[in-house]
Every structure is written in structure tokens, then in C-alpha cells.
């Protein structure tokens, strides 16, 4: 049974930073891509960032990037989300997630396996 635990959320004011981490299990964590994802309320599940099986190749939505980094550790089976940064606009449930196989995708419809969610609030 495949488990995604994310974990490091909380509340946080503008320009404060977090570190999201997602543990896996179940799985070969190294043969799949790893994404996360947000859902802030009212609006769709939107895509943040994903990154390859080896952790070579990385996608940003270009709301994040330059300020958020995804890395992962196959060692340890899990991929972190580190957000700097960070404004309002940021706030939302966060989810990591598993894709069907090693490459990269931005569509949601492509990952396989999902995390319960960890809350990220940001207070001007």
C-alpha cells in the first residue's frame, strides 16, 4: 500500500520561509517522478512544482519559481519542498504526489498517488 506523508506546514508571515517534506512508502520510490501540488479555498488543485526520478530534471510554476525549490532524496524516500518568500498568496492545502512513472509532468491527471495534504498560511 502506497503512503505519502507530508509534513512542515504551518502559519507563517510574509517573506518567512518553510520546508514542506514528503515521506513515501510502499513504493520504488526512485522509479517515479514526485510532484506537489496546492489547493487554496475555492479554487482548483493547481500544480507547484515536480521533479524526476533521479532529481536531475525540475518543473516550476512560474508563480513559484525563483522562489521555491524541490529536491529530493531517494535514500531516504522523500522529496522536499523548500519555499522562500513567501506571501499570502502562497496559502493553501499542499500535497505531494507520485506519477505514474519517471518523468516529469505538470497535469495532475498524471499522478498516481496522493498525500493527505499539509496546510500552508501565510499572514500579511
Known amino acids: 500500500q502506497v503512503q505519502l506523508v507530508e509534513s512542515g506546514g504551518g502559519l507563517v508571515q510574509a517573506g518567512g520561509s518553510l520546508r514542506l517534506s514528503c515521506a513515501a512508502s510502499?513504493?520504488?520510490?526512485?522509479?517515479?517522478?514526485m510532484g506537489w501540488f496546492r489547493q487554496a479555498p475555492g479554487k482548483e488543485r493547481e500544480f507547484v512544482a515536480a521533479i524526476g526520478w533521479s532529481g536531475s530534471s525540475t518543473r516550476y510554476a512560474d508563480s513559484v519559481k525563483g522562489r521555491f525549490t524541490i529536491s529530493r532524496d531517494n535514500t531516504k524516500n522523500t522529496v522536499y519542498l523548500q519555499m522562500n518568500s513567501l506571501n499570502p498568496e502562497d496559502t493553501a492545502v499542499y500535497y505531494c504526489a507520485a506519477s505514474l512513472g519517471p518523468q516529469v509532468y505538470y497535469n495532475r491527471n498524471y499522478y498516481r498517488h496522493w498525500g493527505q495534504g499539509t496546510q500552508v498560511s501565510v499572514s500579511s
Open positions: 510502499g513504493l520504488t520510490f526512485s522509479s517515479y517522478a
